[in-house]
């Protein structure tokens, strides 16, 4: 059974202390820690790039689960590796001519590689990545429209979840975006393990509450299926 993951998203974080910021979900119980790197050519908004993840790097261990939301993946798998990226998710929708190198090469620089859709995108665009030799190795399913935190919820989005489930029962599956104790349990009955949670997360009094309530949802939906 795939382990439940719970990555609080750090665009949500306070940038200015970004370490300790860090640090304080970690000891809340964050497993991963969701980093959105995302230019203006692919989403209506600006965030971070390789130097800030080298920067955080030097502060933390912690697993740094990185979503590109950008049109290049490519040029950015060697700057990222070498800041110190755990993760590498690239989107499918700017990857169709290139995408088997691009997992060789993520995978070469000892990065687990991930593939994200934005809501539109149908489900059915990820399987040449999941049914080859070189696959990937995490589906992150956008619930809202790339770009900014603290947005709406999109349920229509768990069919998909719940077909890439049926289908691959040991693959990491992401959701991101409008996650929170009152979709948490919408997302882990349809099949997700691995759990992005920004505003209602750092936004929560008692965040390391929100977090064990998110991951006992992944436990409990994974005991009754
Ligand atoms: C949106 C980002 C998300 C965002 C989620 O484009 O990919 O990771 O930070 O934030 P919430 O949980 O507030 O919807
Ligand atoms: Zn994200």
């Known amino acids: ?74 040029d950015y798998v060697e700057p990222f590796a070498k800041a110190g990226a755990s993760g590498f998710t690239f989107h499918v929708e700017v990857s169709k001519d290139n995408w088997q190198e691009l997992v060789q090469k993520i995978k070469s620089k000892g990065m687990k590689p991930g593939v994200s859709l934005k809501p539109g995108t149908p489900v059915e ?53 409008g996650l929170g104790p009152s979709t948490i349990d919408l997302a882990a009955s349809a099949g997700a393990n691995c759990i992005v949670a920004g505003s209602s997360v750092f936004g929560a009094p008692d965040p390391a509450h929100v977090i064990s309530l998110l991951y006992k949802s992944v436990e409990n939906a994974q005991k009754s299926s």
């Open 1 to 74: 059974m795939v382990k439940p993951k719970i990555a609080p998203s750090m665009l949500s974080s306070d940038f200015a202390n970004l370490a300790s910021e860090a640090e304080r979900m970690i000891r809340c119980g964050a497993d991963w820690l969701h980093m959105d790197i995302m230019v203006s050519h692919f989403v209506p908004n600006l965030t971070i790039g390789a130097p800030v993840i080298e920067s955080l790097r030097k502060h933390t261990q912690a697993y740094l689960d990185c979503h590109l939301m950008v049109t290049n993946p490519i």
């Open 125 to 177: 665009e990820v399987y040449p990545l999941l049914d080859g030799d070189n696959p990937v190795e995490m589906v992150l399913i956008m619930t809202v429209e790339p770009g900014f935190g603290g947005q709406k919820f999109m349920p229509e989005m768990m069919e998909k979840v719940r077909v890439l489930r049926k289908k691959y029962p040991s693959l990491d599956i992401e959701v991101d975006g």
